[in-house]
């Protein structure tokens, strides 16, 4: 189950939609915990992402403030389709 749905647009690089992008979601853990989107200074999320384009992912996001900073933990599990040489 997610507990948030999160889509990535990346037009300039040529990439329609992406379908699982941790960096993205990695700013994204960053940004709730800074302005505190929910009233906390720490989280621990699923958030889901290609749902859309029916290539569902599941990313884990944790972030929280210790001493004055913030800090990101970004995980998931992939089903590889391509590689690159």
Do not use: W
């Amino acid at each position: 189950m997610n507990d948030l749905n999160v889509r990535d647009f990346a037009d300039y690089y040529g990439i329609t939609e992406d379908v699982a992008t941790g960096s993205s979601n990695g700013c994204l853990a960053a940004y709730l915990i800074k302005y505190r989107y929910f009233g906390t200074e720490k989280i621990n999320m699923h958030v889901g992402q290609g749902d859309e384009i029916n290539r569902h992912s599941l990313i884990h996001i944790e972030a929280e403030v210790i001493e004055s900073k913030i800090n990101v933990c970004v995980g998931g599990k992939i089903e590889s389709i391509a590689s690159g040489k």
